[in-house]
C-alpha cells in the first residue's frame, strides 16, 4: 500500500476563489413554494378520492334502487297478471259443468259480476261463442269505476248493446248501442283459438271504444251437449300498468317503463306509451320514438348495445347524453303463457350528485384557507431557518480556505448547535480519515467484486423465478410466449413438425365452490407433476397458461404423437382417482385442444398455432369434456 501524504503535500493548494452569484434559489423561496406544492396534492389526492368515493356511493344506491324497482314491478306484473288466468279457469269451468248457459244469460251475468267485483284489477270478462253471440261485463275505460253488461250476436254483428247493472246485480235497462264486429275477427277471440290453449292476445285496441288498449288472456272452451267452442276471455288495460310505474319511488328523475322484445312500448312511468295512427285509433309507440326524451336515449343506448331482442340477463350500463349521465338496467320478465317482456329501469347520476358537489366545494374551500396559512408558517419559519444558516455558510467557507480553527457560532437552536459540534469534530478528524482513505479504497474493491458475483447468483436466481410458476412450478407465460415463438421459427427453418396442446380442467370453477380453493389449488399442483412427468423429453415444455388452464410444446411431434402422449397424461390423472361431485364425471377430467405445424400447414405464425389449439380446446369442451380434439379433423377422442 502506498505511504500516506500529508494533507499539506497531497495537492499544491488552489488559489482562494472569488465570490461570485451562486445560482439557485433562497430557501425562504423554496419552503413556502414546498409547502403549497405538497398542501395542493394532499388537497388534489383528497378532493379526488372523496368525489370518487361519492361516485361509487351514488353508483352503489342507484344499483339498490334498480334491483328493488325491477322487483317491484316483477311481483306487481305477477300478481296483476295471475288473477286473470284464475278467473279464466273460474268461468271455463263453470261453462264446462253447465253452471252458466248461453240460454239462461242471467246466471252468465251473476257470475262475471261476482267475478268483476272479487278482482278488482281484472278490466273487463267475455265469453264469445263460435256461433258469434257474446257476453262482456266490465268497466268500459280505465277511468271509469262503474261496471256494464254489454252483449252481441246475431243477427246484426255490428252492434253492441250495453246495459246498466241494478241494484241487485242483475241486467237493467238498454243504455247505448255502440259499433262493434264479428268476434271472430277480433284478437282476443282468434288467438287463443287459434293457439288451442290458454295464452296471452297480442295488444289490441277495443273495437267498440278504440281509444282503450288492452292485453287479453283467453282460454278455448267446449260445452254443452254439442259441444259447442267458445272462448273466454280476460281483458287488462296497459293504463294500469302504466298508473303503477308513475307511482313507484325511485327517485325524482327516474324513467321505468317495459318493453316488448321488438322495441314496442307497452307502459311507461312517464308520459303516453300511445301514439295517434295516421287514420285510425291510437297504436303503441316503438320506444325509440318515446314521448319522454329520457326514454328515447335509453332506448338508443340498448340499441347501440344490440337492441332488446338478445337481452337475456339482467343488464346493467351507463351512458352520457346531453351533458348527463344515467344508470341503466334492463332485466327480461317471462311468465309460462308466453309473455316475454323487458323491464327498464332508467335514474339520471344528477339526482344525486347535488350532495357530492357541495361536500366537493366545501372541501376544496377548506383546502385554500387552509393552503393560505401554511404560506404564512413556512415564509416565517423559512426567515428563522435562512440566518442561522448563512451564519454557517461563512464557518464552511472558513474550512475551505484551510481555516480548521474557526469554531462555528452558537444559536438558540439545539439542531443547529448539533450541526456545530459536528462540524468542529469533522474538522479534527479530517486527516485522519486520509490516512485511511486508501486502505478502505482496497477493501471496497474486494467487497464490489464478492457484491458484483453475488448479484449476478441473485439476478440469475430472480430470472428462473419470474419464468416458473409460483404454484405448479411449471413454466409460466413469461416463459411461455417466447419458447413457443423460438421453437416456431426453429420448426420452420428445419420443416420438422411442431404440436402446441391446450389443455383445460373441467368444471373446475364447480369443484372450487364445492371443496374451496386450497383443495382446487391441490388438484392444480397434482395435474402439473402428472403434465410433468409424461413429457419425457427434455425439449417438452408444460406451462401453466393461466388459472385452469395448461400448455405443452411438443417439438418434432406430429399430432397423432400427441394424442400418445395425452391418452398417458389422461390414464396418469384418472389414476390420481380426485372425486369431482359436481363433474358429470365424478371425478377431475380434463379437455384437449391440438394443433400441429407441419411443412405446408395453413399457420402464417405462432399466434396463429396458438389460436388453432384454442379454438380446437374449445370443441373439446362444446362438445362434452374429458376428450382430445384435433384442429381440422372432425373426428373427437371421447374418453
Not at 73 to 97: F, K, M, N, Q, W
Not at 241 to 263: M, Q, T
Not at 450 to 470: C, F, G, P
Not at 498 to 522: I, P, Q, S
Request: aromatic share 8%; with cysteine; proline share 5%.
Amino acid at each position: 500500500m502506498p505511504a500516506f501524504r500529508p494533507l499539506e503535500s497531497a495537492a499544491p493548494e488552489p488559489a482562494a476563489p472569488r465570490d461570485v452569484a451562486v445560482a439557485g434559489m433562497p430557501l425562504a423561496f423554496w419552503l413556502p413554494l414546498l409547502t403549497a406544492l405538497l398542501l395542493v396534492a394532499v388537497i388534489a389526492v383528497g378532493s379526488w378520492l372523496s368525489w370518487q368515493n361519492g361516485q361509487r356511493a351514488v353508483a352503489d344506491l342507484v344499483g339498490q334502487l334498480q334491483l328493488r324497482a325491477g322487483k317491484q314491478v316483477d311481483e306487481h306484473l305477477r300478481s296483476y297478471l295471475e288473477s286473470p288466468r284464475i278467473v279464466v279457469e273460474i268461468i271455463a269451468g263453470a261453462l264446462e259443468e253447465g253452471e252458466i248457459t248461453p240460454e239462461r244469460p242471467a246466471t252468465i251475468h251473476a257470475l262475471l259480476l261476482r267475478l268483476a267485483r272479487t278482482y278488482e284489477g281484472i278490466s273487463y270478462l267475455n265469453i264469445g261463442l263460435e256461433d258469434t253471440r257474446f257476453f262482456g261485463l266490465g268497466r268500459v275505460d280505465n277511468v271509469s269505476r262503474d261496471l256494464v253488461i254489454e252483449e252481441a250476436g246475431p243477427p246484426d254483428l255490428t252492434v253492441l248493446r250495453q246495459y246498466g247493472i241494478d241494484t241487485n246485480g242483475a241486467r237493467a235497462g238498454l243504455r247505448k248501442e255502440l259499433p262493434f264486429s264479428d268476434i271472430r275477427e277480433q284478437a282476443w277471440y282468434r288467438e287463443p283459438l287459434s293457439a288451442d290453449r290458454t295464452s296471452w292476445t297480442s295488444i289490441y285496441n277495443w273495437v267498440d271504444n278504440p281509444d282503450v288498449v288492452v292485453i287479453g288472456l283467453g282460454k278455448p272452451v267446449r260445452f254443452g251437449p254439442g259441444a259447442m267452442r267458445a272462448v273466454v276471455g280476460i281483458d287488462l288495460f296497459l293504463a294500469n300498468i302504466c298508473d303503477y310505474l308513475a307511482a313507484l319511488d325511485v327517485s325524482p328523475g327516474a324513467r321505468v317503463f317495459i318493453v316488448e322484445r321488438d322495441g314496442t312500448l307497452v307502459a311507461n312511468s312517464h308520459g303516453n306509451s300511445r301514439r295517434r295512427g295516421a287514420d285510425g285509433p291510437p297504436q303503441l309507440r316503438p320506444v325509440a320514438e318515446a314521448a319522454d326524451p329520457l326514454i328515447r336515449l335509453a332506448a338508443r343506448d340498448v340499441q347501440a348495445a344490440g337492441g332488446f331482442a338478445g337481452i337475456r340477463e339482467p343488464r346493467l350500463t351507463t351512458f352520457s347524453a346531453e351533458g348527463a349521465r344515467y344508470f341503466l338496467r334492463v332485466s327480461p320478465w317471462r311468465d309460462s303463457l308466453g309473455l316475454d317482456w323487458l323491464i327498464a329501469v332508467m335514474v339520471p347520476e344528477a339526482d344525486f350528485t347535488a350532495t357530492i358537489t357541495a361536500n366537493l366545494r366545501m372541501t376544496l374551500a377548506a383546502g385554500a384557507a387552509l393552503l393560505l396559512l401554511a404560506l404564512a408558517l413556512a415564509m416565517l419559519m423559512a426567515r428563522f431557518i435562512s440566518h442561522p444558516v448563512r451564519r454557517i455558510e461563512a464557518a464552511a467557507k472558513a474550512v475551505a480556505e484551510g481555516d480548521f480553527d474557526t469554531p462555528l457560532p452558537r444559536t438558540a437552536y439545539r439542531e443547529f448547535n448539533r450541526l456545530s459540534q459536528a462540524f468542529d469534530d469533522m474538522t479534527r478528524r479530517l486527516r485522519a480519515a486520509f490516512r485511511e482513505v486508501e486502505v478502505a479504497h482496497e477493501e471496497l474493491e474486494q467487497k464490489i467484486a464478492q457484491r458484483t458475483e453475488e448479484l449476478r447468483e441473485a439476478n440469475d436466481e430472480l430470472e428462473r423465478l419470474s419464468r416458473q410458476d409460483s404454484l405448479t412450478g411449471l413454466a409460466n407465460r413469461r416463459r411461455f410466449d417466447p419458447d413457443l415463438r423460438e421453437e416456431w421459427l426453429r420448426a420452420r427453418r428445419s420443416g420438422e413438425p411442431l404440436t402446441l396442446v391446450m389443455c383445460d380442467l373441467d368444471y373446475f370453477k364447480a369443484y372450487n365452490d364445492r371443496y374451496g380453493h386450497a383443495r382446487g389449488d391441490e388438484v392444480l399442483v397434482k395435474v402439473a407433476r402428472v403434465l410433468q412427468s409424461e413429457l419425457r423429453r427434455s425439449s417438452d415444455l408444460a406451462a401453466r397458461y393461466g388459472g385452469e388452464e395448461y400448455a405443452l410444446i411438443l417439438p418434432n411431434t406430429t399430432a397423432d404423437d400427441a394424442r400418445a402422449v395425452l391418452a398417458q397424461i389422461r390414464s396418469g390423472m384418472a389414476s390420481l382417482g380426485l372425486v369431482h361431485e359436481a363433474s358429470p364425471f365424478g371425478r377431475i377430467t380434463m379437455s384437449f385442444g391440438i394443433a400441429c405445424h407441419q411443412a405446408g400447414s395453413e399457420f402464417a405464425s405462432a399466434e396463429d398455432l396458438l389460436v388453432a389449439a384454442d379454438q380446437a380446446l374449445y370443441r373439446a369442451k362444446a362438445t362434452g369434456r374429458d376428450r382430445v380434439a384435433v384442429h381440422g379433423k372432425l373426428e373427437e377422442n371421447v374418453a
